[in-house]
């Protein structure tokens, strides 16, 4: 389709892939040991951590990674604060490493349910339990965060000790870096209420799952209407009425379209970052009345851990440096400008409440600064 092909040149140096001193490769082989329920280490500034994720792994697999008995559990502060095992200021962030005491009734059993809060009711801990000081607080940290992208619970069994084949925190930061995102593949794709659209792939080597837009009608000369559009099974696909997620889908289309030129970017982002998993136990924690900032929080992750940066990548790669930004989120605006995007207009979106999904959008209006 000539006109797009002429509407993506080349980049400036900014936006063009930055060779970085992290492996993304080797926290790619990281991310697939965990969730497997193997050991892996990171070596940080103040020590390397050796790390069995308390997901995956079992009472045998914790036997041979620590015949002792002696490795503390590693969780975020968000967690820890509901145990009352975080002071204030380790619990002002939820992502922030806590370092439980190994005692004799931390069992792996013990573990689980420390990890876990969707079983809290139903799951009464043994205790007390002790947090102790993070000496590796670097790799602590990056360990949450590694599991954060492999869409499991931020809990680990840690021990302190030299590991050759440990993984920075920098190869992390390699391993998400927005700017190594390529385009891989397009294709014209008509669709429902909008059929002059053309589909654009976006990948990088090690990440998996690929980011989409969807670029609907003709360029016109004028800023695209634009809308980032985070990925939720339950709602786009299934039509869960607990989000306004598939009705949004829907309505921006509609919206690009009435426009005559627009872009619908859809990111590989599911539940804020924190993947489909931890989105259902999150969903669990709002059944027993959590909203859901606490839900995530209690879950140990970040109120949102979304990489808005790939939406300026994309951008940039389609050659867009100046949009109209289809949403009711300050961030989405503050984040693309800050990447280097010319956001000139705020376009609101905003759709009818139902019974289900009242409370959430009144979370998201008063906790997380959504503007209705």
């Known amino acids: 389709m000539p006109k797009l092909a ?25 991310v697939d040991a965990l969730r497997r329920g193997w050991p892996i280490a990171i070596r940080g500034g103040a ?19 620590d015949p002792e008995a002696r490795a503390p559990v590693l969780l975020s502060a968000g967690r820890a604060a509901t145990l009352k095992l975080a002071n204030q200021r380790d619990a002002a962030a939820p992502d922030a490493p806590v370092l439980i005491e190994r005692v004799p009734w931390l069992d792996f059993d013990t573990a689980t349910a420390l990890s876990d809060p969707q079983f809290d009711l139903a799951t009464p801990l043994k205790g007390p339990f002790r947090a102790v000081p993070v000496e590796a607080s670097d790799a602590a940290a990056a360990a949450l965060r590694l599991a954060r992208i492999a869409g499991l619970l931020p809990a680990f069994f840690a021990l302190a000790g030299e590991d050759a084949g440990a993984i920075t925190p920098a190869d992390i930061e390699s391993h ?97 970052g924190i993947g489909l998993i931890n989105k259902l136990r999150a969903y669990a924690l709002q059944d027993q009345g959590f909203d859901t900032v606490d839900a995530n929080t209690r879950l140990g992750f970040a109120v949102d851990a979304r990489n808005f940066r790939v939406a300026a990548r994309m951008l940039a790669l389609l050659g867009q440096r100046q949009i109209r930004l289809l949403t009711n989120n300050p961030d989405k605006v503050a984040t693309l400008r800050a990447a280097g995007v010319d956001v000139v207009e705020r376009v609101p979106h905003i759709l009818p409440a139902n019974p289900h999904n009242a409370q959430y959008l009144a979370t998201k209006r008063d906790r997380t600064g959504h503007e209705f």
């Open 6 to 30: 002429q509407a993506v040149g080349p980049c400036p140096h900014r936006h063009r892939v930055r060779l970085l001193s992290g492996n993304a490769h080797s926290v790619a082989l990281a």
């Open 47 to 65: 020590g390397t951590l050796r790390l069995l994720a308390i997901e995956t792994a079992d009472a045998e697999r914790l036997a041979g990674f």
């Open 176 to 272: 998400e870096d927005a700017d190594r995102l390529r385009i891989v593949g397009r294709a014209r794709l008509p669709v429902a209420g909008a059929e002059d659209s053309e589909i654009v792939a976006f990948r990088t080597d090690e990440m998996p799952g690929e980011h989409i837009a969807l670029l609907i009608g003709q360029p016109n000369g004028a800023a695209p209407l634009v809308r980032l559009h985070s990925e939720c099974l339950t709602g786009d696909m299934l039509g869960s009425l607990k989000c306004d997620c598939g009705p949004q889908l829907k309505a921006a289309v509609a919206a690009i379209e009435a426009e005559g030129w627009g872009i619908l970017l859809y990111l590989r982002q599911e539940g804020r």
